[in-house]
Structures are given as C-alpha cells and as structure tokens.
Nanobody, 122 residues
Framework: QVQLVESGGGLVQAGGSLRLSCAAA????????MGWFRQAPGKEREFVAT??????ITSLSDPVKGRFTISRDNAKMYVQMNSLKPEDTAVYYC?????????????????WGQGTQVTVSS
C-alpha cells in the first residue's frame, strides 16, 4: 500500500502564495507519476497539475497556468501557488499512479491523499 499525506494548506489573502507538499510512504517504488487535484464546495473535483515519474514532463490546468508550479523530489511532490485568487479556494488532493506517464485524469490515479484545505480571502 501507499500512503499520501498533504501539507501546507491554510488561509491566505488574494495575491498571496502557498506551497503544498505531498509525501509518499509505503510501497513508494511503485509510484511514478503524481498529480494535484482540487474540489471546491458544490463543485466536481478538477485537475490542477501533474508531473511524470522522471519529473521532466509537467502539465497544468488553464486556470492555474502561469501562477502554479509543480515539482518533485523522488517520492515527494510540491506545488508552488502564487498570485492566489478566491476562486482557488478548495480542498487540494495529492494523487499518485503506478505509471511513469503524467495524467490529467483523476480516474487514472491509484492512490489519493486525504486533502488539505486552501482558502483564499478577497
């Protein structure tokens, strides 16, 4: 089994920054690509960012492109979130899949964290 634990969420004013971390424990050798997803109240979960197993390929959703940066260090993954907006308010989930290929699709991920709340005030 693989356990994913997110950290770094919190309350920030619009225009501020946060850095979320995701630490993987357990059978981490099976983990390859990882991703971030978010879910706002009353909305469906949406893709935020993904990174390949090698870390060489990344993809960001249009709403966060230019403001968020995804990175990884072996079994730990990060997302640097700058210029935060109230619409970024959501629970952010870390996910991992047993494939080297990055994916924007939540259904292709095998493991999920419990989520961390990000609240951006206007």
């Amino acid at each position: 089994q693989v356990q994913l634990v997110e950290s770094g969420g919190g309350l920030v004013q619009a225009g501020g920054s946060l850095r979320l971390s995701c630490a993987a424990a357990g059978r981490t050798f099976v983990i390859y690509a990882m991703g971030w997803f978010r879910q706002a109240p009353g909305k469906e979960r949406e893709f935020v960012a993904t990174i390949s197993g090698s870390g060489s390929i990344t993809s960001l959703s249009d709403p966060v492109k230019g403001r968020f940066t995804i990175s990884r260090d072996n079994a730990k993954m990060y997302v640097q979130m700058n210029s935060l907006k109230p619409e970024d308010t959501a629970v952010y989930y870390c996910a991992a899949r047993a494939s080297r290929i990055a994916s924007r699709l939540g259904r292709e991920y095998d493991y999920w964290g419990q989520g961390t709340q990000v609240t951006v005030s206007s």
